[in-house]
């Protein structure tokens, strides 16, 4: 209290003088000598309050931000994954088409989304005029094998005259050549009925190959014109995912790597890459890559898929995310100096594995950084650095049977 004293002293006479000397002055110089005399006051009492805080001694030490504990990078191998895009098609698609025309079409037995067998009928033609051809086939051929029968019994007779000249060279050589005819013409029947049995299975629309029917255009009651396509088919079910790989990645993709495709809308798959595309487009300088898939009930020919190639683990150094702060587009750390104060680091960060972000550049191993709640602190905060509570060890399991 002895040290406020000469303040307050000072205030007042330094005050003393500023105020009206004698009633003879004038109202005018009573208000200038008011404006004169605030200012003044305040000025002194600021210059007393800063005394009196100097009597009482030094400010008080600054306080710390926040406590925090630190962390060291770590170093361990990690995947590589390529990402890309692409299309999911299918492996092979077969077209069904009807080869007989004018027929008309009586029966569909095969709808889109079928998954049919090899050989299964799809649909059926009209086969009334094609068995009446057939028929008409059928007969001729047993009038050519009965008038061959009968050539060939003459002919029979004739070698065994032939010997004894009953019968000239001339007429045997006349029944010789009714036993070849005759023949030729059994030979012709028989091509006749395989037509006519062709013709008549043409009727009969059969799936090429087990798989999935993925496209339909027939139309009951329509008649069918040769060439015409009535179904489309996936080939054994199998799908494949299409993606563009830029040209500079190629050489590191290989026949039988590991994929995970991810459908647009539907849960990751894995797949394995079948065949690198032999061709890069001039244009995007980017080569299709073909991957097999297995048959999820996700995936559909042309949706668009996500996925990333497997190349094989590679040395990473990671931190745990929490230590890792996104501001501006870009990623930061924060470092303690010696004096226990925050200094900020830029980063960069590449792979995330689950909890932990890979750093490319911008770190050591030997660097330690906070390891969580910098997003509360700043460039030069002051902090308290603890360490981390330790983790307590699990019990052993009793190997003691339970008493009943």
């Known amino acids: ?30 208000q200038s000598s008011r404006l004169i005399a605030w200012p003044g006051a305040v000025l002194a009492l600021c210059l007393a309050t800063v005394a009196a805080q100097a009597a009482d001694g030094p400010a008080p030490a600054a306080r710390p931000a926040l406590t925090v504990t630190l962390t060291a990078p770590e170093r361990s191998d990690w995947p590589t994954l390529l990402a890309a ?13 009807a080869e007989a025309a004018g027929l008309r079409l009586v029966d569909l037995r095969a709808q889109v989304g079928d ?10 033609l009209q086969s009334d005029t094609l068995g009446a051809d057939l028929a008409v086939a059928r007969a001729g051929l047993a009038e050519a094998e009965a008038s061959l029968t009968e050539a060939q019994g003459n002919a029979d007779r004739a070698r065994a005259l032939q010997p004894t000249g009953v019968i000239s060279a001339q007429q045997t050589q006349q029944l010789l050549t009714a ?23 043409q009727t009969r629309i059969l799936a090429p190959d087990d798989g999935v029917i993925s496209a339909r255009t027939a139309t009951l009651g329509s008649v069918s014109q040769a060439g015409q396509e009535l179904f489309r088919l996936i080939r054994q079910g199998r799908l494949e995912w299409r993606a563009e ?26 797949g394995r890459l079948r065949l690198v595309g032999p061709v890069v487009d001039a244009a995007t300088r980017n080569a299709l890559v073909y991957v097999d898939l ?19 683990p590679a040395a990473a ?60 602190l700043g460039e030069g905060d002051l902090v308290r650095v603890v360490q981390p509570a330790a983790v307590p060890a699990a ?8 008493k009943r």
């Open 1 to 30: 209290m002895l040290g406020a004293a000469p303040p307050v002293r000072a205030l007042i006479f330094i005050a003393r003088p500023l105020l009206p000397m004698t009633h003879a002055h004038s109202n005018a110089q009573r």
């Open 85 to 97: 895009n692409g299309s999911i098609a299918a492996w092979q698609e077969a077209v069904i088409g």
């Open 115 to 124: 998954r049919v067998r090899r050989g299964q009928v799809l649909a059926l």
């Open 179 to 201: 036993e070849a005819t005759a023949k030729a013409r059994v030979v012709s029947a028989k091509a006749r009925v395989d037509a006519a049995e062709v013709r008549l299975s």
């Open 245 to 270: 790989v830029p040209a500079s990645e190629l050489m590191r993709l290989k026949a039988g790597q590991p994929v995970r495709v991810t459908p647009a809308g539907g849960a990751p798959v894995a």
């Open 294 to 312: 297995p048959q999820p009930a996700e995936a559909r020919p042309g949706m668009f898929a996500r996925g990333e190639f497997d190349l094989g």
């Open 317 to 376: 150094l990671s931190l745990p995310v929490s230590a890792v702060q996104l501001r501006e587009g870009f990623a930061y750390v924060q470092k303690v100096d010696a004096q226990q104060r925050i200094r900020q680091h830029k980063v960069t960060v590449g792979r995330r594995v689950g909890e932990r972000v890979e750093v490319l550049a911008g770190l050591q191993p030997q660097d330690r950084v906070v390891n969580s709640g910098g997003g509360f």
């Open 395 to 402: 019990a052993p399991a009793s190997t003691t049977a339970p």
